[in-house]
Nanobody, 120 residues
Framework: QVQLVESGGGLVQAGGSLRLSCAAS????????MGWYRQAPGKQRELVAL???????NYADAAKGRFTISKDNPKNTVYLQMNSLKPEDTAVYYC??????????????WGQGTQVTVSS
């Protein structure tokens, strides 16, 4: 089995910062990409940021210039540094990873989510 465990969410005032972490554990042969998604009440889950095994990154427009995704390969951990937070960033943030456990196939795995609340 593969587990993704997120941490770092919480309550912060507008303009503040939070750092989310997500550690993947279990039988992992390789990780293709890891990313962060978020889902606000009444809205669909959306991509926030993605980082590939080679280190390439992709950000949603709402995250550009404020959020930074990074990873620690030996620890199978991905981070999301969020600065200049806005009330509209309030959501449950989910970690996702595209992982090969063995053989040739990659599958997507998800964490349980961590709540981020930004007060105005």
């Amino acid at each position: 089995q593969v587990q993704l465990v997120e941490s770092g969410g919480g309550l912060v005032q507008a303009g503040g910062s939070l750092r989310l972490s997500c550690a993947a554990s279990g039988i992992i042969a390789s990780i293709n990409a890891m990313g962060w998604y978020r889902q606000a009440p009444g809205k669909q889950r959306e991509l926030v940021a993605l980082i590939t095994s080679g280190g390439s990154t992709n950000y949603a427009d709402a995250a550009k210039g404020r959020f930074t995704i990074s990873k620690d390969n030996p620890k199978n951990t991905v981070y999301l540094q969020m600065n200049s937070l806005k009330p509209e960033d309030t959501a449950v943030y989910y970690c996702s990873a595209n992982i090969r456990r063995g053989g040739s196939y990659f599958n997507d795995y998800w964490g349980q989510g961590t709540q981020v609340t930004v007060s105005s």
